[in-house]
């Protein structure tokens, strides 16, 4: 190997520094080349689904089962996901206590409704996604020492819309409550009346109220509780008629969409004036109850209700 040579400039004079050569004996160094990462590889390892969960609020990944122990609730930021009828009528009732009654009432395109997709068609879509025949389920259940007729919805069918089936088992399970004297809880999340059944799916509204007045005459409790998001013909009928209305954190709940409503009104609207926590300060609502809580408190509260009715019933007046 050739030795290497410098050249020195010092104020303009170029001298010539002797060439360095390696010491004897040793080899000169070697560098091995650097292998090329192929452009075309990921190094990102695939995760098999189903085990975490981006938070939608905090973008923390929450450890699927660490999720579902914690009632689909965020354990960083409180953020409430949705979670299906099944699994809240599971995080409500004592163990093997619930009774669905109207199980086999399904809907019917009576209108004949046509579009890119059939009404029939998308019913079919969606009983096979969510296992349910339509967005309610309804039954008696025990919620602590409490017999209580339950309905809950179902958002993930058909946006939680309230057709001719929804509102007729609505209806019997307000009807059953007061011919057997229970108390009624309905948690309720929706888009609204069900556009494709149309004037059908608005009477439900009327009926559902005229259930609840008489349940309401037998000095029986309701405690409806509303969650993300609570709107529309839902909203505006027997989800806010309860003695004690109460909402998940964060919930979203109004009539209509902030667009149409400034569209409307032709004013500016407050911030966040469709959550449950600016509700709360308006008085739409009496109390925000997290998910993991709701169960102890629906125990609470119906012990307070249900105590003068026990009193009365013992006393035979």
């Not at 939608?56 to 089962?65: A, D, L, R, T």
């Not at 009632?71 to 599971?90: D, G, M, N, T, Y």
């Not at 902030?258 to 569209?263: F, T």
């Not at 709360?280 to 809580?293: N, S």
């Amino acid at each position: 190997m050739k030795a290497t040579s410098f050249v020195r400039k010092t104020l303009g004079i170029e001298t010539q520094e002797p060439p360095v050569a390696h010491p004897p004996g040793e080899t000169p160094t070697t560098f091995a080349k650097k292998p090329k990462l192929a452009g075309d590889k990921s190094r990102k390892r695939d995760i098999p689904e189903g085990i975490w969960r981006k938070c939608k609020q905090c973008s923390n990944m929450i450890y699927e089962k660490e999720l579902d122990r914690n009632l689909k609730v965020c354990p960083k930021c409180q953020f409430h996901f949705p979670i299906s009828a099944r699994e809240r009528i599971h995080t409500l009732v004592e163990t093997c206590s619930f009774e669905e009654i109207d199980a086999s009432m399904e809907s019917v395109d009576m209108l004949n409704f046509t579009g890119p997709s059939s009404y029939a068609a998308k019913l079919d879509q969606y009983k096979k996604l969510t296992g349910l025949k339509d967005a309610v389920c309804t039954g008696v259940g025990r919620i602590g020492r409490h017999r209580v007729a339950l309905g809950v919805m179902d958002f993930g069918f058909l946006g939680g819309s309230m057709g001719s089936v929804v509102g007729e088992r609505l209806t019997r399970l307000i009807e059953l409550a007061t011919a057997r004297g229970l108390p009624l809880v309905i948690v309720a999340t929706s888009g609204g009346a069900r556009m494709y059944e149309g004037l059908f799916s608005l009477m439900q509204m009327a009926k559902t109220c005229g259930a609840l007045a008489y349940h309401a005459k037998s000095k029986l409790p309701y405690i409806s509780v509303l969650t993300d998001p609570t709107t529309a013909g839902v909203m505006a009928s027997f989800a806010t008629v309860g003695d004690l209305i109460l909402a998940e954190p964060g919930a979203m709940i109004g009539f209509t969409g902030p667009r149409v409503i400034k569209d409307t009104t032709q004013s500016e609207l407050p911030p966040g004036f469709q959550t449950a926590e600016f509700l709360l300060e308006h008085g739409l609502i009496d109390a925000i109850v997290p998910r993991t809580e709701l169960k102890s408190r629906l125990c609470h509260f119906l012990d307070y209700l249900m105590e003068s009715r026990e009193q009365r019933v013992a006393s035979g007046k």
